[in-house]
């Protein structure tokens, strides 16, 4: 009795190795199932966080580009209007130029005029008396 009561041990104590053994493997092979999942999990989160970051890179390179644009714009248009306004000016004191030039020389013009008009004034006073004198 007592040797079937060992010899039941003994096989109670096999099956109990075999099954602790089992399900070592068991949990071992869901540890190693989990740690794959969690590692791609952690890869996954990694390539969104690095997709999402450069189209936060993207995002913010396109935004400082289209500041440098509209400071070049504005650049630009400050500088044709600060082109126009020398143009302008420019324009303003040629046309004061020729204004003073055409003023001087219908001035010069007039003066001429006047002369030979004072001498053909001269000239018909003497004929006149010249005729005066004849008759």
Known sequence: HEREHDREISELAAR???EMEKL???LQEEQRHQLDELRQQMAATHRAEHEQAQLQSQA???LELEALRLTLNNMHTSQLELTQSNLRKEKETALVELREMLNDKRAQEVAILQSRHQLEWEKIKEQCLKEKEDL
């Open 16 to 18: 109990h190795a075999e």
């Open 24 to 26: 070592r493997a068991e």
């Open 60 to 62: 913010l390179h396109s």
